[in-house]
């Protein structure tokens, strides 16, 4: 399964009134990580999408917030495949600071599904499969690829 | 297989699906009904092909709206594979 890490510094945006990074910006992190992970397994999702014309919607999310981050931070998104499946793949994602790399800030499954932009639902394209997890694919699917994170677990 | 076996298919599929139990099914039955949504029927869908042997194209499934759909669209690909 394919794993890629996306940097990125906190922005004086990101932050909230608590001067903490909000909690809506992890989510655009863990987007554009997805992004990049797809870029570095071949497939370039601005112009997939127009060929296509399929999308690969959110449509499953756990995150905990653990330690936060503070306008300035190196981020560290780390994201790799959780499960791969024909109707869903999950990307898992651990944060990071660079400064303090063995320290977990931030954690994250997500779980995107695929559709035809009009018309509905559709099972994942082998292209997406061999982005997230490989040519050898096939042997790696599982049946379905829920999120696990639960808000108890540590 | 019968298009009563490919309900009763159709039943025990779904069950593992919704992890609850669907039965009594008919060929009219609209499986928007079933509280099974797209993604689940995906799976569904995926699971018959599996053990029945057949392909159904997912834009095929577009406009599927009863089992009766289903059932008509999974014995046309059993034909097209045969001939």
């Known amino acids: ?21 909000h909690h809506s910006t992890y989510f655009r992190w863990l987007e554009q990580a997805r992004v990049e992970l797809l870029r570095e397994g071949g497939l370039e999702y601005k112009g997939w999408e ?4 399929l999308g690969l919607p959110l449509v499953d999310a756990a995150i905990r ?15 790799v495949i959780g499960a791969a499946a024909r109707t869903a793949i999950r990307f898992d994602s651990t944060l990071t600071l660079e400064s303090k790399p063995d320290v977990v800030v931030t954690q994250a499954q997500i779980r995107l599904a695929c559709v035809h932009l009009e018309h509905g639902a559709r099972r994942v394209p082998e292209e997406v499969l061999r982005a997230c997890v490989g040519d050898d694919y096939e042997g790696q699917l599982v049946r379905t690829a829920g999120t696990r994170l639960t808000l108890n677990s540590k | 297989m019968t298009r009563i076996e490919l309900i009763g298919l159709f039943e025990r599929t779904a069950t593992e699906i919704a992890e609850r139990d669907i039965k009594g099914l008919s060929e009219l039955t609209e499986i928007s009904t079933l509280g099974i949504d797209s ?33 008509d669209l999974v014995e046309k690909r059993r034909q097209m594979q045969v001939s």
Not at chain 1, 50 to 53: G, H, N, Q, S, Y
Not at chain 1, 65 to 79: G, H, S, W
Not at chain 2, 52 to 70: F, M
């Open chain 1, 1 to 21: 399964m394919r794993t890629s890490i996306y940097r990125v510094r906190v922005g004086y945006v990101d932050t909230d009134q608590a001067q903490v990074v």
């Open chain 1, 50 to 53: 127009a060929v296509t014309r």
């Open chain 1, 65 to 79: 917030y653990i330690q936060p981050c503070r306008f300035d931070d190196i981020v560290l998104v780390e994201t």
């Open chain 2, 39 to 71: 993604l689940g029927i995906l799976e569904l869908v995926g699971e018959m092909e599996k053990q029945l042997g057949v392909q159904l194209p997912d834009d095929q499934l577009v406009g599927l709206t009863t089992i009766r759909d289903l059932i």
